[in-house]
């Protein structure tokens, strides 16, 4: 069943808010499973972030919800004006602040009310005064034309009903010589019916087609467009959302194609520039 746009962001707002008021992480039972709940640190840790990293930056800024870390291959230098897409708690605004130093800037952009309030009190506590959180849809962004010199975003773009407007979005915020840096979910397949029928996985961790993405970024302005730092992402995230299992024993004839549709999701980077 296909899900309409305003059914996906209230789907996706619910879900985050719950994640900024309760600390839930993407790997909460409903996304990845009743058994596998490991905590914020050791996700992050394991999609990219140094331990240096995460102990530099408020303990309340990491929820666990990305799927790598933009900041690490985005060669940020002082001075910069740096934008997060979708920027949850602020982890990648906090480091980045450190990356652009006093005389740069860090922008995250964020439609959830709970999760700016947090982000906004984890930049208060650690004192990051060049970074400033503002209430927006990515596909409507908050941020003047040609602005901004770096782009970031960390599993994100993917939640988004309308990926083609946010990379116009994005496009039109960068500087000429920018470019965007984009930590997501691809595969090698498209999505399968059971997966896409249910709102859960949809709110959660879904992944698009590599070719797919390569195309948008393009379609967008975006040149030199690569994928790179794929790294293989635990199938059962997916097969055991309940809505995915129920599909499955009703109809036990898609259980392969869901089965290879889940092994060939990675975790990659996604970099796109403006010339």
Known sequence: MAHTDEEVRSAVRDRYAKAATEGASCCE?????????????????????????????????????????????????????????????????????????????????????????????????????????RLGEIEALPVADRSVDVIISNCVLNLSSDRARVLREAFRVLRTGGRIVVSDMVSEYAIPTAVAGSLDAVAGCLPTPRADYIREFEEAGFSDVSISGEKPYPASYLTSDPGVKAFIEAHPDTVEEIQAFAASISGAVIVGHRR
């Not at 910069?80 to 130093?101: E, R, W």
């Open 29 to 133: 039972p409903s996304c990845c499973g009743p058994d596998s709940t490991p905590g914020a640190e050791t996700i992050s840790k394991a999609i990219g972030y140094t331990e240096e990293e995460l102990e530099g930056i408020p303990e309340a800024a990491n929820l666990g919800l990305g799927c790598g870390n933009p900041t690490a291959i985005a060669s940020l230098e002082r001075g910069q004006t740096v934008l997060d897409l979708g920027s949850g708690a602020g982890i990648d605004c906090f480091l980045a602040s450190k990356k652009v130093g006093p005389t740069g800037k860090v922008i995250g952009v964020d439609m959830t009310p709970e999760m700016l309030a947090r982000a906004r009190e984890n930049a208060r506590q650690g004192d990051f005064t060049n970074v400033e959180f």
